[in-house]
């Protein structure tokens, strides 16, 4: 897909991953549609990517519930005239142990809400974007792309039931739509990061961060850009889809 001039939606556009590859966009004069939560993070990236030439316009919208989702990709649909693409990158963590045992004794077990919410926001909210992205595709006849952030973690992490499971969910998902879908020239992939330096990292201890860095191969964390960079190469290349891409510097050889 020549990314000029179509329309890309991106979900949790509003700081981290998320706005890298909505600023990467934008350099490559795609229009964007920013979705969030976050409205002051929504506003500060709608501006960077005015500021690098692109079209973008902000949308208030919960990924994990049905309603809002639907009324916010008609109004994409409406505002900008079609959707071209979709950057399912919306996501939270709630990250605990599946039970906690001190001595014999059971300290603490990963509540439901903590389960739900990850999975609502993390494999629902991917569903109900998908869903929508591919409808408006489909009606329109023009084909499409839809990119699922996945992560390493869909192997399983400790610490991570709920996480690792919607992440799992999400690449399993992105293979079947991949073989409904390609008869509407309608792709989908996934990106699965390894650890990348995002706000979440930039809040731990430089001692952590060099001891995470020491367990990869390549003794780095990577860089948002490089996840960036492994989407804009998914839209341009027409002959991938049904594949995840492990951008983790070797983490999981």
């Not at 961060?209 to 960036?228: F, T, Y």
């Amino acid at each position: 897909m020549d990314i000029n001039g179509k329309t890309i939606i991106v979900t949790g556009a509003g700081r981290g991953l998320g706005r890298e590859m909505a600023l990467s966009l934008a350099r490559q004069n795609a229009n964007l549609a920013l979705v969030d939560l976050d409205e002051d993070g929504l506003s500060q990236s709608q501006a960077l990517c005015e500021k690098a030439g692109a079209k973008a316009i902000a949308y208030k919208a919960n990924v994990a519930d049905e309603g809002s989702v639907i009324d916010s990709f008609k109004k994409i649909k409406n505002d900008f005239g079609h959707i071209d693409g979709l950057i399912n990158n919306a996501g939270i963590i709630r990250d605990g142990l599946l039970v906690k045992e001190k001595n014999g004794v059971i300290e603490k077990r990963m509540s439901l809400q903590a389960w739900q919410s990850v999975i609502d926001v993390n494999l629902t909210g991917v569903f109900l974007c998908g869903r929508e992205a591919a409808t408006h595709m489909i009606e329109q006849k023009n084909g499409g792309v839809i990119i699922n952030i996945s992560s390493v973690s869909r192997a399983g992490n400790m610490g991570q039931s709920n996480y690792s499971a919607a992440k799992a969910g999400v690449a399993a998902m992105t293979v079947s739509w991949a073989k409904e879908l390609a008869r509407h020239r309608i792709r989908a992939a996934a990106i699965a990061p390894g650890f990348i330096r995002t706000e979440i990292l930039d809040a731990m201890k430089p001692e952590a961060l060099d001891k995470m860095a020491q367990g990869i191969p390549l003794k780095r964390i990577g860089k948002p850009q490089e996840i960036a960079d492994t989407a804009l190469f998914i839209f341009n290349n027409d002959y991938i889809t049904g594949r995840v891409f492990e951008i983790d510097g070797g983490l999981r050889l």
